[in-house]
C-alpha cells in the first residue's frame, strides 16, 4: 500500500520538524532556514520601492493592522463559509463515487467516457456554472471548491478500493457476510481506509489554494481581499493574506493529520 | 463412497480450464466423503489441484461438474457453516484480535455480553489470551494462524477447512500449531478438512488420508490411518504410512 509519496514524508518532516516535537536538530535548522530566508528577503527589500517588495517588518506591521481592525477574521469567516461546505460536499461525493465506481464494474464501464471527459476540466473553467446555478455568492464559490475536492477524493478512493484484496472478501463471504453494502462496509471501506484518508487529507489542501480561485468573480473572502490588494499594489497587504492562508491550512493539516494517525493505529 | 448421511460429500467434481494450448483438466471426477467428527487431510503433488478444490469445496469457485454437499445440502456460494483457513491468514489487518475473532459474530444474533464471553473464550482456546487488543502487524506468522482459527471458529462452523494453513510459519511453530489443532479438533469436536502437500503432516494429523494426483487432479487412493495419538515421527508405524503415501504421490502402485 504506497500511498505516501515522497512529498507527503518530506512536509510531515516539515511539519513536526518546525514544531520541534521531534528532532531539535532540524527545529534549530528550520529555524535557521526562516531567519536566512526572512534576512535575504529584508536585504532585497531595501533596494526595491514597496509596491514591489515590501520589508518583512512593513508586512509584519500590516498583517498585525489587518489582525487588529477585524478585517481578517471578517475574511477568514467569509472564506470558511464556503470553505466548509464545498470541502464537505466535494470530499462526500468524490469518496462516495469513488467506492461506488471502482466496486461495481457495470456503474464503471456506463460512466467511464463521462469520467473521462470531465476530468480534466479544471474547477476554474466552471465559473460560468457557479454563477448560472448559485449565483455570485458562497454557494457559488463552493461549489468551484467542490469540484476541485471531488476528483482528488474519487481517484483516491478509487484506487483505494480497486486495491483491497480478493481474500479479505472471500474471508468475509465465509463468515457470513452476503451483499455489496455489507461488504462495502464491514470489508472495502475500511480496508482502503488509508488511501481514502490521503486522498481527503490531500483534497482539504486543495481546497485552501480554490479558496482564492473561486472568490475570483467576486464572493468576499481571503482570495478577494488579495485580489484587491494587488489591484492597489498593496504587496504588503497581498502577503499578509497569502501567510493567513498558509497558515490555516497548517492549521487544518497537522489537525486532520492527528486524526488520520489516530484511525490509521493498526497499519 | 458417497453414501448417505456422509458429514462432507464430495461427488464426481471436475474442474476444467481454457489454456492456451487446449482446455486443461485441473480435476477430474473427485469424489469423497469426510464423517462428521472426521480429521481429513488431502494430499498431493503441487499442481493437482488441491487449493482449487478447497475453493470449490468453500463455495469460493465453481465446478465444471460435480456438487460439494455439506449435511446434505448442495455448496454452491460460501456459508458460515464452513469455517475457512487460508495459509496466508488473511486477518483483517485494521482490526485487533478480538474484533477478527469477532467479524462473524457481528452478523449473528449472539448478543453482546454473550459474544463478547465467546470471543475471549475462543482467544484462550486458541492460547492468546493478553493478545485481544493487539493489532494482526503486532503478531508472528504462527500467531496470526491462530486468530484465524479462533475466526473460523467463532461461527459455529459444522466443518473447519484448512488450505496449507501452516505453510507458512517455520518448522517448530508448525508442529506446535499441529499439536494445537488437534487439541482444539479434540475438544470442539469439529470435522476438519485440512489440505497440505506434506506428508509428514498427514500422517500425523489425519484419521484418512486422501491422496491426489496430477494431470489430470484426481483422488489416486483413500488411506485410513489407523494409528493412536500422539503421532511420533519415530515410530516405525508412522515411517510405513509415510513411505506409502509418499510412495502413492510419487506415482508407485498401491501395495
Redesign the interface.
Known sequence: MATKTDVDEAFDGYVEGSLGAIDPRRAVLGTAGIAGFLALWWAVSLTQPAFVLPSPAAVGETFYAEAASGEMATAIGQSVRHWIPGAAIGTGLGVAAGVGLAWSSLADDVSAPIVRTLRPVPPLALIGFAIAWFGINHAGAAFIIAVGAFWINFYAAYGGVEGV?E??L????????EGDF?LLR??VV??A?PEILTGIRTGIGRCWMLVVASEIFGVPGIGRRILRASNNLQVDVVIAYILVLSLLFLLVDVSFRAVQRRLL??? | MTAHGTHVRVADIAKHYEGTEGPIRALEDVSFGVSEGEFVCLVGPSGCGKTTLFRII???ESATAGDVFLNDERVD????D???V?Q?Y?L?????VRGNVA??L???DVAGEKRGERVDRLIELVGLEGFGDS???ELSGGMKQRVAIA??L??DPDLLLMDEPFGAVDAQTREMLQTELLDIWRETKKTVLFVTHDVEEAVKLADRIVVMAKEPGRVREVVDVDMSRPRVRSDAEFGRYYERVLGLIRGERAV
Open positions: 484484496s481474500d479479505l472471500d474471508v468475509a463471504r465465509s463468515l457470513g457476510v455489507e464491514s470489508v475500511p480496508a481506509s493505529a493498526w497499519r | 468453500a463455495g469460493l456460494s460460501p456459508t458460515p464452513m469455517g475457512v487460508f496466508e488473511h483483517f489487518p485494521w482490526r485487533t467479524f462473524g457481528e452478523k449473528s493489532y494482526p502487524k475466526r473460523a467463532a461461527v
